[in-house]
Structure formats: C-alpha cells, structure tokens
C-alpha cells in the first residue's frame, strides 16, 4: 500500500495543537507535511488528505488537481477556508473539529457576554478603577423576566437555551428550519419578530450566503433602543458599518461582540469607539477544555478517513453513503494487496 500523503496548510494560532496532531499520526505511522505555502503547493497535487488550517483557502481548483484527495479536515470547527462546496461535488468528505467541550465553551461564553452587557461590567468596573462617583441610577439589569432571541437553532443555540433555563427568561428563536410554534419552553417567531421583541439578541447561526449581512440597517433599527446585541457566531453576519451608525444613534443600546468581518479588529475600527460595546478578539469561547479536546478529534477524523470510515464530524453528510461505499472498497482492495 503507498504510503498516504496528509499536508496541513495554512496557520494555527496554536503550533502546539500542530504539533500534537503531528505526534499522534506519527503513532499511526503518517508523516505530517506542513511548511511554507511554496512546499505545500508542491504536495497538494498528490494530497491525500489535506489539513486545512485558518489563513489558506482551499478552492476549487486546489480540489480539482488533487486526484487522490479523498478528505479535507480542519482541526477546529469553523470551515471557512474551505469550498465545501466543490468538495462535495467531487465526492471528497470535509471533516471538523465539532467537539462537544466547543459547543459548551461558546454557550457558556454567550450567556457570559450578555450578562456582561446586562450588567454594565465595565462602566461598573470604571467606577472603581477611576475613582468616580457611584451613580445615583443604576444600570446594571437583570435577565430574570427578559426575552431572549437566539438567531439560530443550531447546537450552540440549542445549548444556550438549555443553560438559561433556569434564569426565568422567555427564550424564543428564529431559524429557517423551524416553523413559528412553540418546542417545549423555546417559541421559535420571525427574524424580524424576534428583533422587534427581544431585550437580548444572541447571533448564534451559521455563515453561509443566506446569512452574509443578515442583520442589515433595516433590521438592526427594529431592535429596541435599550436591546443587548451579542454576537459569538461570525462577524459578517451583522453590516458592521449599519451598526455602528445604528449603536450612535441609540446610546442605550449594549453590544457584546466576539467576531468581525475582519479579524483581528482593525485598529482604526469605528466599533471601538463606542462606549457601550463589549469587544473580545474572537477567543471569548476558547477554552482549555476544547482546546485540548481538537487534536484527539483530528486525528480520529484522519485515521478513519484513511480507513474508509466515515470521520467523527461530517460536514457534508449528503455523500457519506457514496465516499464510503467508494473508499471502504478502496481501503479492502489495498489491504488485499498487501496480504
């Protein structure tokens, strides 16, 4: 059997977590490739599997001239970089790093973030630091009676509403998959109901074409003027520019925002402006637990990749009867010819 050629392109924040993906294949006797964008443009072609890091996009054509590709991963659990898209139609399995501790984290880290807001953390925080005056108005809220929107139903949504559940909020939800009604405590409405009603409006989808700029001028002026926007999802969701303008002109309203539609937040960003604006660089939800919890997952989905197994976390799940069928067949016959 050849010997199988895994690359990992692009950067993690975390060499580490490379490292140990690249320790726990050489247990496996792989040999992980991963260098300059030059070496790895060389090794592409004859790719196996590639390892698509943030930094690299993986297109069309770099999918097209790989004949023996058979999966692309990415360690963590966005898939940005890559055409998944294109992927699928040439029958070629993506893979993530869906693991449950990065689930948990990024709930826990939303309802952090509009409890944060909630409670004014740090106007309260300026009044100690600053030496100022205590106010004589609170601003401090709580979350006990409020409404909470969650846009999205995705299971990241789905845990945070099971976290608030004991907070005596009224939680309700909008997603294309759902149909307005009631499941359970959670009452799924509208995009724009949801944003009329809600003291709290947590960004939880997904990025896709329907979802780029979702939440646009129109729809941000429908938010009350004293609404708390959270976003922990992605930053080209929301029309950055629109809220800016929107969050000048209504001083009472809070944002948490964890994600931008570029990143790292560019210095000269008018978001850093404003005075009622929580801004975390993307890392709200990263915690140790995940992290420790994405190269296990990588190498999994790698080992049974070249297994002819389908990985712990498909992503396009609509051909993994055709890729195994494929590849299991595939795997057997170079078994075979190594017996």
């Keep these: 059997m050849s010997r199988s050629q895994i690359v990992a392109v692009g950067r993690l924040s975390s060499t580490t977590m490379l490292d140990a993906i690249a320790a726990g294949l050489s247990e496996l006797g792989h040999t992980l490739h991963h260098g300059a964008d030059p070496v790895a443009a ?5 790719a196996d599997i590639i390892i698509s890091c943030p930094g690299f996009a993986v297109t069309r054509s770099i999918i097209a001239t790989a004949p023996k590709l058979r999966g692309l991963v990415s360690p963590i659990a966005g898939i940005d970089g890559i055409d998944a898209a294109a992927a699928t139609e040439h029958g070629i399995i993506v893979a993530n790093g869906h693991v449950i501790e990065n689930t948990e984290s990024m709930a826990e880290a939303t309802v952090l973030m509009l409890l944060a807001a909630l409670y004014d953390i740090h106007g309260t925080e300026a009044v100690l630091r600053r030496n100022l005056p205590r106010p004589r108005l609170m601003k401090a809220r709580m979350l006990k009676g409020k409404t909470i929107g969650l846009i999205g139903w995705g299971e990241i949504s789905r845990a945070v509403a099971q976290r608030l559940s004991g907070w005596e909020a009224h939680i309700q939800a909008s997603s294309r998959t759902r149909n307005a ?31 780029v700029g979702l939440l646009n001028a129109d729809r941000l002026r429908l938010l009350k003027r004293d609404a708390v926007l959270v976003n922990t999802a992605r930053g080209a969701i929301i029309d950055e520019a629109a809220l800016y303008q929107v969050a ?92």
């Design 42 to 46: 060389q090794e592409l072609a004859s």
């Design 248 to 339: 000048r002109e209504r001083p009472d309203l809070r944002l948490a925002l964890d994600t931008f539609t570029v990143e790292p937040l560019p210095e000269a960003s008018p978001l850093r402006e404003l005075p009622n604006v929580i801004l975390t660089p993307h890392q709200i939800g990263h915690t140790q637990e995940s992290s420790d919890a994405l190269p296990p997952a990588a190498i999994e989905n790698i080992r049974r990749i070249l297994a002819g197994e389908l990985p712990l976390y498909v992503c396009n799940p609509e051909i993994a009867t055709q890729w195994q069928a494929r590849w299991s067949s595939q795997s057997l016959l170079e078994g075979s010819r190594v017996a």
């Design 181 to 211: 009604g009631a499941e359970g405590e959670i009452r799924f409405v509208g995009l724009e109901q949801l944003l009329r009603t809600s003291d709290v409006v947590c960004v939880l989808s997904s990025l896709n074409p329907d979802s």
